[in-house]
């Protein structure tokens, strides 16, 4: 394998955009279209592409593309195949300098470990757009890199910047690569473009991936950290009731019907509507939403979130419930009108919150507690409420509400077993003897 000097651009945008230049493909040359597209993207591709790949690019481009619209239905998996592919393509075309119809499983695990510690120029310190508009124009955005170097939010806090140096993939990142390329392949056999799947053909996956005996842990506020999370944002709630009223509404939304970020934010998926709390024949109370994978749900209502709602459109001026044509959105913007659609800054309010609980807890001398909920993020809140309860509710009712794919998932969450082992482990000695 050879190393190559060249700098990687964004071979496909938004899914807005690859959907469009899908239905552009099926309506004109597919060729022309392509090629026009990857000169944007690859402007000096004729001095860094070898003559074979040359001649193929804008065919496997296009096998890209069509696997790449079949996920258009979930625009997180949209994401997260489209993170896969972009590097893949890129890796084969400029780094091993074969088409990705030639590669075997050599080739794949060759991948893995390029993708386990990439080149400096393969890595970018943030996130940014993979496309720019200049001077009226899309071009490739030239600080988006193939590769993210991310540090902890405390470390953040605490004034450490991102280091290529220390860039480490992760193992959730290596399975993602033996997913998305694996099903990549598998398309391509559907579409008898290739007999062969090199990725099933690895056998020894482990050399890649580390087993566990335990289940992973679950990220989750402690029962201090929640009730002091609770109580500061409601204090900021009364202090700025125009900002904060909506944001005591969304940590009560996250934690109680343990909601995703995504699933507060108005998308082209879905735009989450007073409406979508809704109450059935027997006069309980539900709430639908549309989450991972394209998938919509209803989550049962507690009487303590029905009060929530009751309390929040009640300081929007509404009636307190919600009739089954309400279209008023369930999180509008602060500013102007329609729903809110950053969840970046969902994120930011959120953090306020977490912010004034740890300058709480300082107050009151719990600086381990602080510490802690220094680290935590917005999804933690799905947890912890998904944790809580597991506790007192049957775990198939947790599951439907949570929308996991299965109890197994759910059970990660019951932690009786860790702490009884936990327990017997305390009284343990040096086995000396007086």
């Not at 309390?311 to 001026?317: A, V």
């Amino acid at each position: 394998m050879s190393d190559s000097p060249v700098i990687p651009r964004p071979l496909f945008d938004t899914l807005e955009q690859v959907c469009d230049l899908y239905k552009r493909c099926q309506i004109d040359s597919q060729e022309h279209i392509i090629k026009e597209w990857l000169n944007l993207c690859l402007p000096n591709s004729k001095e860094t592409l070898s003559n074979e790949i040359a001649t193929v690019v804008v065919a496997e481009y296009g096998h890209a593309l069509r696997f790449l619209y079949s996920y258009r239905g979930s625009f997180e998996t949209f994401n997260a195949y489209r993170r896969e592919i972009d590097r893949f393509l890129q890796w084969s075309w400029f780094i091993q300098q074969k088409p990705i119809l030639q590669l075997k499983r050599l080739d794949i695990e060759a991948f893995i470990e390029f993708c386990q510690k990439p080149p400096k120029r393969w890595i970018a310190s943030k996130m940014v757009a993979r496309f720019m508009t200049k001077d009226g124009a899309t071009v490739p955005n030239p600080e988006w890199r193939p590769f993210i170097v991310k540090i902890p939010k405390k470390a953040f806090q605490d004034g450490e910047r991102p280091n290529k140096a220390s860039f480490e993939l992760s193992q959730q990142g290596i399975k993602q690569i033996f997913a998305v390329l694996g099903s990549f392949y598998n398309a391509l056999i559907q579409e008898e473009v290739t007999e062969i799947n090199p990725v099933v053909q690895i056998r020894q996956k482990s050399k890649f991936i580390r087993k566990s005996s335990d289940a992973p842990m679950i990220r989750r506020l402690s029962d201090k950290q929640w009730q002091m999370v609770l109580k500061a944002t409601r204090q900021l709630a009364e202090e700025d009731p125009k900002k904060h009223k909506r944001t005591l509404f969304m940590l009560q939304l996250l934690y109680g019907m343990y909601l995703r970020i995504s699933e507060l934010a108005s998308s082209q998926r879905w735009s989450p509507k007073m409406s979508d709390f809704f109450r059935d024949t027997n006069g309980d109370w539900w709430f639908r939403t549309v989450g991972k994978g394209n998938k919509m749900r209803q989550i049962a209502v507690s009487d303590s979130m029905l009060e929530a709602l009751k309390k929040y459109r009640g300081y929007l001026g509404y009636s307190p419930l919600p009739a089954p044509d309400d279209q008023e959105p369930l999180i509008p913007k602060e500013r102007g009108t329609g729903a809110m659609e950053s969840t970046r800054v969902i994120r930011q309010l959120i953090q306020t919150c977490f912010d004034a609980a740890v300058s709480q807890l300082r107050t009151n001398n719990d600086s381990e507690e602080a510490e802690i909920l220094r680290s935590a993020t917005v999804h933690w809140l799905r947890h912890t409420g998904i944790s809580e309860d597991v506790k007192h509710r049957p775990r198939e009712h947790v599951r439907d509400d949570a929308g996991h794919r299965s109890g197994a998932i759910t059970d990660r969450y019951i932690d009786v077993e860790l702490k009884a082992r936990a327990n017997t482990a305390k009284n343990k000695t040096w086995g000396e003897k007086a």
